[in-house]
């Protein structure tokens, strides 16, 4: 039996590249706003994976430490926002989404301050045979931006994590994006609990290093911390 799952394994890497993604529009109310990239950061990697947790790129993909030439999207506090990607999420794991207030601009921000995670959608079921996802073959994903979201400006981070070679540290594979919003409204909530990034994951965490083929995983603790300002994680993806 193991033998036969590290077969499904290795398998699954063959077609690796054909199941990379980039987040590349944002989503607000329903809508898709805009041209590709023109709220988004593009990266400079083409659609590879960031997998050092060290390193400052995974803050906002190779590439996208600047947005000067990203324009932003003026969202209220309460909106409901998403992203949509190119292909479809092709790798288990999680779809994870954190905010970042800008001390100036969006623009001008590196993403170095503070940032809390607004959204989680991960497992849609545990079955006998393993974990089933609830990002698995879709497009997009939608979520609300929480009311309580003081006014200003902000980088809104979507993460994808990559869990079919992640049985070993270093195997765990980050997609990442930031879309730049200016928030309005009259949200007055305090953004935590807080990380930074680097420093939010060590690499370590049961999400992270896991391995989804043999022994099969009976649960996932889906790595980061709280949920800000509350709320549950979802297991069931809201498309456009």
């Not at 999207?73 to 309460?78: E, H, P």
């Not at 790595?223 to 800000?228: H, I, K, R």
Request: charge should be positive; aromatic fraction near 10%; include cysteine.
């Amino acid at each position: 039996m193991k033998l036969l799952s590290t077969i499904i394994a290795a398998s699954g890497l063959v077609s690796t590249s054909l199941a990379h993604w980039n987040y590349n529009n944002l989503i607000v109310n329903g809508k898709v706003v805009g041209n590709p990239y023109q709220y988004i950061r593009q990266c400079t990697n083409s659609n590879s994976p960031i997998t050092d947790v060290k390193s400052n790129d995974m803050r906002c993909n190779q590439g996208g430490a600047s947005g000067v030439s990203t324009q932003t999207y003026t969202v209220k506090a309460g909106d409901e926002l998403g992203f949509t990607i190119i292909d479809v999420f092709g790798h288990p794991g999680p779809q994870q989404v954190y905010l970042s207030k800008a001390p100036n601009t969006a623009a001008s921000y590196d993403g170095s301050g503070s940032w809390v995670k607004i959204y989680s959608l991960t497992t849609s079921s545990i079955a006998s045979d393993g974990l089933k996802w609830a990002a698995d073959g879709i497009k997009s994903f939608r979520f609300t931006l929480p009311a309580a979201t003081p006014p200003g400006e902000y980088l809104l981070r979507a993460e994808g994590l990559g869990l079919h070679g992640a049985s070993t540290k270093g195997g765990a594979q980050f997609y990442i994006a930031c879309a730049q919003i200016q928030v309005t409204g009259s949200g007055r909530g305090s953004l935590s609990p807080s990380v930074k990034i680097p420093g939010l994951y060590t690499g370590d965490e049961p999400g992270i290093l896991i391995n989804l083929y043999w022994p099969t995983p009976k649960s996932y603790t889906t790595p980061g911390p709280a949920l800000w300002p509350s709320g549950s994680e979802a297991h069931t993806a809201k498309q456009m």
